[in-house]
Every structure is written in C-alpha cells, then in structure tokens.
C-alpha cells in the first residue's frame, strides 16, 4: 500500500497500531528491576507524555518497544509485533513502523541534511524516486526545506533536532517515539520541537515523548503517564494527574 | 537486489576503501605477498608433479634376457612381462641396439675397438604406469621365467628422490595456503574492522530505522570483495614476473638443464583464475568476519 507520497507503507497483521504493554516486568542481568508489572495501552493516533525520575523505568520502555531488549515477563505488542515472540528477521520490519527520535540527535556529521534523511530511506530500501519525492515534503513539514544541503554543524540545536525529527519521519512510521527530545535545547526551541510532534501527531501518527520537564508538558493539554521505580504511578491529562 | 540497490553497495564499498587508505594499502600489500607465496610453492609443486610425470614416462626398467634363449622364447618372455601389474609398455633391445646406444654414449677408442655385440645380452626395457611401485615391478619381472634373480637393472634411488621432491613441495605448499590464508582473512578483517568502527554510528542508525544485517553486511562486503580482487591482480601480473624469470634463469643454467619448467603461457588461465578466487575469498570472508559482531541485535 502506498501514501499519498508514493512511500510504501507495509500494512502489519491485522493492521494493528496499537501499542500494548500487558503485566511487564523487566529484570536485567545484574538482578537490577527496571520495569515490576506494567500495563499500558497507547491507541492509534494518541499523543503520550512518559515522564518519571532518572531510573524509574522510561529507557527500558524505549528499549522494549524498540525490539532492543525482550520483556523478562509479560506481554509487549507493538504496531501488530508480539515481542514476546519476535523473530530476529522481524525485527528490521518493527523497527521500520517506529521512529526514534534522540536528546542527541544522532545525525551523521559529514552528511549533509538531505544525505542524513536519503542515508534512513537508503537503508530501507527506498528506490532513488521515492527518495527524490519523499524528502522535500518531509523538510517542508519540519521547515527545513532550505537548509537541505547543510551539514549538522551549521545548524543551530533546534534545527539539528527538526532534522532528526524529519529522519524518523521519512520512512512514514505508525509511531515516533522522542527520548528527551528537548533535553539539549532552550525553552524557546523546546516549545518549538514539541509543536511541531504535536502537529506531527494531528496528522495520524501516534506519538510517544519521553521527558522530565514538567512545565513544558503542562503547556499541552496531553494524556502523561507517570513512572515511578519501575512502577505506573500516575496516568492522565497533565504532568500532576494521579 | 536491486540495481540500485547494487550501485549503492558498490559506491559505499569503493568509499570504505579509501575512508581507511593506508591500511587498504597494507592489507593489499600482505594479501599480495601471502597470494605470491602461495602462487610460488604451488607452481613449484605442480612443476615437480608434471617432471615426475615425464620422469615416470621415460624411466626404464632393464630386464636381461637369458643368453639361451632363442627369439620364440625371448618373445614369450617380453609378452609375460607386458602382462604384469604396473607394466605400462615394454622395448626389446637387441644386443646389437645396446652395443650402437654404448658406443654413443662413451667415446673411448679403446672401449670402442674392443666391444663386440655378444658381450651385451638382449633385453627389455620395461616403462611403469605409477613410479612407486618400481621396486615391486622390479620383484615380479625378476620372477619371470627367462629372467631371474639378479637380470634386472632398476635405479630406485632416483625415483625414490623425486618423488620425495613432489611430496614435500606438495605438503609445503599446502601447509603455507593454509597457513597464509588464514593470516591474509585475518589482516583484511582487521581493516575493514577499521572502517565498521569507523561507521559504527551509520551502523546504528541503520539499524534504528530497520535495515536488514544483509543490507548493512553488503557495502563491506564489496570493501572485502574489492581489497582481495586488487591483492589477486597485482599478485597475478608480480607472479608471472617472477615465474617467467625463474623459468628463464632454470633455462640458461647449465647445471639445471634436467629440469623442464612449464612455460607460463600454458598455465596462466587456471593461475589467474586460482588468484582470482583465492583473493575474493580471502576478501569476503576477512568482511564478514569482521562484521559478524557488529550486527547481533
């Protein structure tokens, strides 16, 4: 099936774009407990705040819905992948229905900007034509459409994150998931960053930001899910809900 | 795959090449080396084989008819000794034809003037299929009847010392393919272990937005596939170089002039396609050694 861009997009079992998280725990080798029982569903299309101290489980959840690690117990599916039973092969096709979003924006210096977001359609397989057409809607969304052929380094900050942004969104992901995505900006660009994945999220893809900057996800009248030493403590509107 | 997909490939292991120059350079340099090596005791082995080959053909082995013996029975005598095992063809040499091939080969007047045929006997020369069975033949000729003990002429030190020769150029050459190709998949993954290192953040984002370990395994594998061509090539031309100046100083040496060397022109479609093989192999399993730990997710 192809969008209105012409990208291929693979319709997953059942067409599922759900993401749900049933009795998980995660005990890691070193007999740390990251994750004692957690159960949450976030449906197609939603816009969820993950917030929590340092250590209270936020990584591990990442980790989990990325394929990166496996749930000690439980049950983690997401986008239509049961991780409990994932196959190696599977998961390149998992990871292409999310897209990662870091603090530290993880772009490849000596790449330009078009480079960096033709480097991830590259990787998935993309055709030299959807790449060309593809990529400048995607900068125009971000609002970068004028700074293709810049390299990172000659970015501000915040431009830097809108490049990494448009990175997870070129490949027309079901879910993008934010790690602090904000955590190396100034409040004004923060703002800015969380506007543009809140229109991100109006346009249908469902998306997932984990952060700690509690007057940041108080301006946004948004679900927050609330993790506190490996446990949900709180799920709601707002960073205070309980 | 793809042509597009194929033209990346290649155009990323092309840049992977020079991303890491000298130690591209190096790793040629020691693929070179270690194919040249090989190359040179493999030629050496094949060129003791083809003269034990041609030495199995022309070496003789003398059989002394029995002086009463007249020509029916001699004749009976030589078919009994063409029906033995090992026994490849059989030459009657009248004593006449043995006093004519003396007298060629010593000039001596005396010697000359005072040999008459009766002090030659008739015999046959006797050709083997396989040289190591020489001393048997010999054994089974001598139980023929018109020959007996002691009327057999066979120089098994002579065969004895070529075949050692084809045996340990045999096992010297295996044991050094052995040895070198293991170090040369050795030094090729170390460079393009380099160059994984080098791109180890493409990697990981190659893998954050779902490539497949195949589609990440290929540019390297072209980097491996291209460092074991460029080592196989050179080594092809620095081969035939070194080859065509041994043949040529075998040739003008006088002392050397038992040994026929095979002419390279005769051999060079299988060398080519031996060093041609050997250096991709070398290149691509050096990669895929070297990126195996990279790709576990």
């Known amino acids: 099936m192809r969008d209105k861009q012409g990208f291929f997009r693979e319709e997953k079992e059942g067409g599922a774009r759900v993401i749900r998280l049933k009795d998980v725990e995660k005990e890691y080798e070193n007999g740390t407990y990251a994750l004692r029982g957690i159960t949450l569903t976030i449906e197609d299309g939603e816009f969820v705040f993950l917030v929590g101290p340092s250590g209270s489980g936020k990584s591990t959840i990442i980790k989990l819905l990325t394929g990166e690690i496996l749930p000690s117990s439980g049950r983690v599916v997401v986008n239509g992948f049961s991780l409990t039973k994932i196959s190696d092969r599977q998961i390149p096709l998992l990871r292409r229905s999310i897209g990662v979003i870091f603090q530290d924006f993880r772009l490849i210096e000596k790449k330009t900007v078009y480079e960096n977001l033709s480097f991830a359609m590259r990787a998935v397989g993309a055709t030299p034509r959807t790449i060309k057409n593809r990529i400048p809607y995607v900068l125009k969304l971000v609002g970068l459409e004028e700074k293709a052929d810049q390299y990172p380094h000659e970015l501000s900050g915040g431009e830097q994150q809108r490049v990494a942004i448009a990175r997870a969104l070129v490949n027309n992901p079901y879910t993008i998931i934010a790690d602090e995505p904000t955590g190396n900006l100034d409040p004004a660009r923060s703002l800015e960053i969380m506007r543009l994945l809140g229109r991100i999220n109006e346009l249908g893809t469902t998306v997932v930001v984990v952060t700690h900057e509690r007057d940041l996800v108080n301006r946004f009248h948004k679900r927050v899910v609330l993790l506190e030493q490996g446990l949900i403590t709180g799920d709601g509107v707002g960073y205070d809900a309980k | ?297």
């Not at chain 2, 493999?42 to 030495?55: C, F, I, K, P």
């Not at chain 2, 937005?209 to 061509?229: K, M």
């Open chain 2, 1 to 297: 795959m793809h042509r597009h997909d194929f033209s990346y490939f290649m155009h990323e292991g092309v840049s992977n090449l020079f991303s890491h120059g000298f130690m591209s350079f190096a790793a040629i340099g020691i693929t070179v080396a270690c194919l040249l090596i090989m190359g040179t005791f493999s030629l050496v082995a094949y060129n003791a084989e083809m003269l034990l080959q041609t030495l199995e053909s022309e070496y003789e082995i003398l059989a002394f008819v029995d002086e009463n013996y007249n020509d029916a029975q001699t004749k009976a005598v030589g078919e009994a000794i063409r029906k033995l095992n090992n026994v490849k063809s059989v030459e009657f040499i009248t004593r006449e034809d043995a006093m004519a091939s003396f007298e060629e080969r010593n000039l001596d007047d005396y010697m000359r003037r005072n040999i008459i045929p009766s002090m030659f006997r008739d015999r046959y020369a006797v050709y083997v299929n396989d040289l190591k069975l020489v001393r048997q033949t010999a054994r089974d000729v001598e139980s023929v009847e018109g020959i007996g003990d002691g009327n057999v002429r066979v120089d098994e030190d002579i065969a004895g010392g070529f075949i050692l020769v084809r045996n340990v150029a045999s096992a010297v050459s295996l044991a050094l393919i052995a040895i070198l190709l293991v170090v040369s998949v050795f030094i090729i993954s170390n460079t393009i272990r380099l160059t994984t290192f080098d791109r180890r953040d493409e990697i990981a984002i190659m893998k954050m937005v779902g490539a497949t370990n195949w589609f990440i395994r290929w540019p390297f594998v072209y980097e491996g596939f291209l460092l074991g061509l460029l080592s196989s090539l050179i080594a092809f031309g620095l081969q035939w170089l070194v080859y065509a100046s041994m043949v040529k100083s075998i040739a003008a040496a006088d002392t050397l002039q038992f040994l026929r060397a095979v002419p390279f022109s005769s051999i060079w479609k299988p060398v080519a396609l031996s060093f041609g093989a050997a250096g991709i192999l070398i290149g691509v399993g050096g990669s895929l050694t070297a990126i195996r730990k990279f790709l576990q997710v």
